[in-house]
T-cell receptor
Framework: ELKVEQNPLFLSMQEGKNYTIYCNYSTTSDRLYWYRQDPGKSLESLFVLLSNGAVKQEGRLMASLDTKARLSTLHITAAVHDLSATYFCAVEEIQGAQKLVFGQGTRLTINP | NAGVTQTPKFQVLKTGQSMTLQCAQDMNHEYMSWYRQDPGMGLRLIHY???????DQGEVPNGYNVSRSTTEDFPLRLLSAAPSQTSVYFCASSSGQGARTGELFFGEGSRLTVL
């Protein structure tokens, strides 16, 4: 059974600082996805990582995937308040079958 | 561009009542799915469909039924509501094209309370 674990689950940080959210998963998979959710809102896709060593960047966010370590990271550079949200990673349980297993989510709060 | 549309957005039910959450997408996506979101547990897959006429169970299917008679619509039926089904429900779709099958487009969510 595929398990996906994120840490930390809660993160409060100051604007301008850097930090990393970790996503570990328990079985082999080459596909990992990051989503963002604002309070009371839906989820939106941030990054699609499809192979070992994949790195994607969008603004102050950078995601990477190490399939050998079964680990993905979401790195935040020089955080700004607008990045406050809950971030989820998700892994395909069966490749191509659209069965995603989500992590618990990391609630990120960025303070001025 | 409507994307994925869910109705209703809010619903209160009594234990034992039945209801249907509606989901429609206008992106001609083959893949559709239903997730529930509970505090501290991320999202859990209830049922999913890889095309019209094809459905399958996810992680937490008990108490829910689905059907997929058209590409556009994927309703979720609660047969006999229980307090444990109080949750926020998200419908999602994906094009399933190439390798990006897990890149989901989500509806706005339906918040269900069962008393």
């Amino acid at each position: 059974e595929l398990k996906v674990e994120q840490n930390p689950l809660f993160l409060s940080m100051q604007e301008g600082k850097n930090y990393t959210i970790y996503c570990n998963y328990s079985t082999t998979s080459d596909r990992l996805y990051w989503y963002r959710q604002d309070p009371g809102k839906s989820l939106e896709s941030l990054f699609v990582l499809l192979s070992n060593g994949a790195v994607k960047q969008e603004g102050r966010l950078m995601a990477s995937l190490d399939t050998k370590a079964r680990l993905s990271t979401l790195h935040i550079t020089a955080a700004v308040h607008d990045l406050s949200a809950t971030y989820f990673c998700a892994v395909e349980e069966i490749q191509g079958a659209q069965k995603l297993v989500f992590g618990q989510g990391t609630r990120l709060t960025i303070n001025p | 561009n409507a994307g994925v549309t869910q109705t209703p957005k809010f619903q209160v039910l009594k234990t034992g009542q039945s209801m249907t959450l509606q989901c429609a997408q206008d992106m001609n996506h083959e893949y559709m799915s239903w997730y529930r979101q509970d505090p501290g547990m991320g999202l859990r897959l209830i049922h999913y469909s890889v095309g019209a006429g094809i459905t399958d169970q996810g992680e937490v299917p008990n108490g829910y039924n689905v059907s997929r008679s058209t590409t556009e619509d994927f309703p979720l039926r609660l047969l006999s509501a229980a307090p444990s089904q109080t949750s926020v429900y998200f419908c999602a779709s994906s094009s399933g094209q190439g390798a990006r099958t897990g890149e989901l487009f989500f509806g706005e969510g339906s918040r269900l309370t069962v008393l």
